[in-house]
């Protein structure tokens, strides 16, 4: 028989077939007679019955991918996608009728591509729900298209999968990559049960669910490699879609294994003194409060603070030098947890300065005998680079009380203990007697006290100081200050109040709050006031700038209030920054990648390594009022000061003087290069109204300030 020529004789023979009801479809077997006539034509058949196509010929195998012996009955709308378009159960639409009808149709090969073809589709026999399908390729220009999406497909660097009917039709190299499986072990497999944990399972019927809703989501979730491994990926899933219709998903991952690991780190570094590896003071004062919720719930089981801190060890430090210091302290949180229970909870709350959290005690006495067994252990030397030191250390004791409503309550009564122990020489333990201390314990309650009646009530502002261009006279910017509002309607300064706010964590709510009013400030400023890019900064604590979620917090406040990043200057004290330079880099890293810019607040104040500025992504420095104050000054403080400028502004930082009280500070750092300057001079904190109109004159004279 000789083969048809061109796709009209192969549609002529599907209209012939069509009045012919005696061809004898396979059931099991592909070995009939008419199947040698069928793999002789140039084109693509598919003989279906009952909703199943139980042969395809040569053509159509070789285009699928499949062996002969590979083929396998298969669903219909599995083997041409969209042939029935709109129905909700896709099967073979027999209505009697033996009229061939015209289609359009997406066969999914092995290797990953979707070619799309049209044909005719007859009925043999309606009774039998027996059907022949002709089929060949919808023309030659979507070839071209098709090649270069899967190149486009397999260059990407994300993996991609495509699923259809829960099963993988295709992956893109870097799914192997990723993930170990090898397109041939991937293909035609359920990838819930390829790279999806089992504790996961269900998540991936969520997520078909809310694709199905709302057409494409983002997650980020743990998939499994083929060697058992987790990865964390950033998952994205969208529908895939072929005239129009939803026949599967497309989901692409992203490995993010480094980041994750990296935010843990960060995390653990906020939590953890990176020298011992002790909890910090921020982990030890919410333990502590956690221990005091417990309390309240169980009468029977109280809890109580040991606050140590070592004797004679700044001497020690200055004359044997910090490397010995720190292995000193390290060696001294040693022994602490060799000393104590393994549900007793030990910090380092800074400096030299240890904390103590047990819990499940009856009374005073119980922390009596931990402090004994611990100065006990520290009064044996300590072989510290093959030489012996000897130290004792004062411990303040205190048991929660009623009165205790806060953990930093409890911890400044064992800090006030301490110092009596200290008081006393030091080596010995003091308990807490709250009528020798009653003086004290009414100055410490207050300002807490007062401290959450003003977060409550709002009794608090942001004030506004501007910031010179010492050469112009120009406005530069300002920095936000609070202020404390009194019923009388008198203000002041918050500082008396921000250290109880950092001992608390009330700072991250205030932070947070004060965040969101400088944004929305700077945008009612950029909105009409002043067409100048004025720069607003703030000052971030110890505790605001570790805490894990600022960073989330501050992509919050920028998209919301939609300013730009660039005119927003973070104030980072150098202090805070030395605390532990790495987990300091990572954070500063991920507010560069904000686009905000970054000042060193206090610069001087503590002379932290030069070599800070070069490494870390810092654009300003803000010197510390006492090197403003050398401006004037002869020799080498006045050496040390213009070789500070001059480094800051060779690494391409500017420089602000803080504190600049007389004209002739002002001459004297204008002559050395400084190119910015605030202070008493030009003016004190602005309510917002005067700032406002500040910003929109924007200049100042000597004149002015005189």
Not at 104 to 116: K, M, Q
Not at 190 to 208: A, K, S
Not at 294 to 302: E, I, L, M, S
């Amino acid at each position: 028989m000789n083969a048809p020529q061109d796709d009209s004789e192969g549609a002529a023979f599907a209209a012939g077939s069509c009045e012919t009801t005696n061809l004898n479809l396979p059931e099991n077997s592909d070995s009939k007679p008419q199947q040698e006539i069928l793999d002789a034509l140039p084109v693509l058949i598919f003989l279906e019955r009952a909703g199943q196509v139980v042969y395809v010929n040569a053509e159509a195998r070789q285009m699928i991918g499949v062996g002969e012996a590979e083929w396998v009955q298969r669903p219909v709308e599995d083997v041409l996608w969209g042939l029935f378009p709109g129905t909700a159960e896709p099967q073979t639409h027999l209505i009697g009728s033996h009229s061939g009808s015209p289609f359009h149709a997406t066969l999914p090969t092995r290797n990953g591509r979707l070619l799309s073809v049209e044909g005719i589709y007859s009925v043999l026999n309606a009774e039998l729900h027996e059907a022949i399908i002709v089929a060949h390729p919808s023309g030659r220009v979507k070839a071209p298209k098709s090649r270069l999406m899967e190149d486009v497909l397999a260059s990407i660097p994300e993996a991609v999968v495509i699923v259809h009917s829960d099963h993988v039709l295709y992956t893109n190299p870097a799914f192997t990559q990723m993930f170990g499986y090898t397109a041939e072990e991937a293909s035609g497999e359920n990838l819930r049960e390829l790279i999806v944990p089992d504790t996961r399972h269900h998540e991936l019927t969520m997520l078909e669910k809310q694709v199905d809703q709302k057409g494409r989501i983002a997650v980020e979730t743990v998939r499994m490699t083929k060697d058992g491994d987790l990865v964390d990926v950033a998952l994205v899933v969208g529908p895939l879609k072929v005239d129009g219709a939803s026949v599967g998903y497309v989901l692409s991952f992203r490995d993010i294994s480094e980041r994750i690991e990296t935010e843990a780190k960060v995390q653990h570094d906020a939590l953890f003194d990176v020298l011992t590896g002790l909890a910090n003071r921020t982990l030890f004062l919410d333990r502590l409060t956690l221990a005091l919720s417990r309390r309240a719930r169980r009468r029977d089981q109280n809890c109580g603070v040991l606050l140590l801190d070592l004797d004679r060890f700044r001497e020690i430090n200055e004359a044997l030098g910090e490397a010995v210091g720190d292995a000193l302290l390290s060696a001294v949180a040693d022994r602490l947890r060799q000393s104590l229970r393994p549900e007793d909870s030990a910090s380092r709350m800074g400096g030299d300065e240890f904390a103590i959290l047990i819990e499940g005690i009856l009374n005073e006495s119980d922390l009596e005998g931990v402090a004994c067994r611990m100065l006990h252990e520290l009064e044996q030397p300590f072989e510290i680079f093959g030489s012996l030191i000897r130290m004792s250390a004062s411990v303040g004791i205190a048991i929660a009380g009623p009165e205790h409503k806060t953990a930093a309550m409890l911890v400044r009564d064992a800090d006030f203990a301490m110092n009596r122990a200290k008081m006393d020489g030091g080596g010995c333990s003091e308990v807490f007697d709250p009528e020798v201390e009653m003086p004290h314990k009414k100055t410490l309650h207050d300002p807490e006290r007062e401290l959450r009646r003003v977060l409550e009530k709002r009794l608090y502002e942001v004030w506004y100081q501007p910031i010179y261009q010492l050469d112009s006279g120009n406005l530069e910017g300002f920095e936000s200050l609070l202020r404390l509002r009194r019923p009388d309607g008198s203000i002041e300064s918050f500082r008396r109040l921000l250290g109880v706010a950092e001992d608390t964590g009330l700072s991250i709510t205030l932070g947070r709050e004060t965040m969101d009013t400088v944004c929305r400030q700077l945008r009612n400023w950029a909105d009409g006031v002043t067409s100048r890019d004025l720069t607003l900064t703030l000052n971030l604590t110890d505790r605001q700038f570790y805490h894990p979620e600022m960073l989330k917090q501050l992509r919050k406040a920028l998209l919301v209030n939609g300013v730009d990043p660039n005119r927003l200057l973070f104030e980072v004290a150098e202090g805070t920054i030395n605390q532990n330079l790495e987990a300091a880099s990572t954070v500063l890293e991920g507010m560069a990648e904000c686009k905000v810019r970054i000042a060193v607040d206090n610069f001087g104040a503590r002379f932290a390594p030069l070599n800070h500025l070069a490494r870390l992504p810092i654009d300003v420095i803000k010197l510390a009022p006492r090197l403003t104050a050398t401006a004037t000054a002869q020799g080498r403080p006045a050496t040390v000061l213009e070789s500070l400028v001059r480094l800051a502004q060779s690494l391409g930082m500017k420089v602000v003087a803080q504190g600049i009280e007389t004209p002739e500070q002002l001459y004297a750092l204008n002559r050395l290069g400084c190119e910015l300057g605030q202070g008493h001079l030009f003016s004190y904190a602005l309510e917002p109204g005067k700032a406002t109109i500040l910003a929109g004159s924007g200049q100042w004279s000597l004149a002015q300030g005189a």
